[in-house]
């Protein structure tokens, strides 16, 4: 690869979205956090500053919706603020809109990183427990030891599709598939496992989720056929 550290990473970034399989089946599972990490750091980051970008320019076009509604809905709420405080309606919708515009404006770009973070280290989390489960150690060449840096860094690279974001319309669409498809594609060539291991271990949080909510449709129709069965 380039020596050149920008050349580099966008060389990286191309390598995951056009041949995950060969990427991930060359990933050592080791070797320090810090690169992985810084990685996925940036790689997110410049989606969703470039996203936010895009938003500023259809958000004149597309956006005068939500803005008329919120423009609103704080008026309304400054009046009621009036009517308990004579003369503060203009202070009160004048705060509210700067906290409007810092929510919905360059806060997110900013606050990504931190989000991002505590998001990698809680899918490290749950994708190291699926594995744990799913993985065994040494068998059809799968590592000796499943750890939570292997974990982490199948996390990380799997995060490259959301640079996507950065094009307008249909990038944040297009980013959410391909996170789904090449996090799957990492944990099946990491761990040397099958499509149907890979996808549990990949999502197990979600998979998680789906059982249980299946497991509470079942009960709460079961219940529900009792009780129709106890009135006739």
Known sequence: MNSNPVSRYFEQVWW????????????????GVVGPVSFALITHWLGSA????????????????????????VD???????????GRHAQFVETAERVRD????????????AFTF????I????????????????????????SFESALRIVCYGLTPSILVAFPLIGGF????????????????????SSARAMWVAFFPQLLILVGLL????????????MMTSFF
């Open 16 to 31: 995951i979205l056009t041949r995950p399989t060969s990427f991930f089946r060359q990933l050592p599972l080791s070797g």
């Open 215 to 226: 497991i509470l449709l079942l009960v709460v129709g079961l219940f529900f056929i009792k």
């Open 123 to 146: 899918a490290s989390f749950f994708v190291f427990l699926g594995a744990r489960i799913f993985v065994t150690p040494g068998k059809n060449n799968a590592p000796g030891e499943i």
């Open 118 to 121: 505590a998001k990698i280290l």
């Open 76 to 86: 309304f709420a400054g009046h009621l603020a009036e009517v308990d405080h004579p």
């Open 102 to 113: 810092w929510f919905l404006g360059a806060s997110s770009v900013l606050l990504d990183p």
């Open 174 to 193: 297009v980013s959410s598939i391909l996170v789904f498809y090449i996090t799957l594609i990492a944990a099946k060539e990491a761990y040397r496992i």
């Open 50 to 73: 470039f996203g936010f970008l895009w938003n500023l320019i259809l958000g004149k076009f597309l956006g005068f919706q939500l803005s008329a509604l919120f423009s609103d809905a």
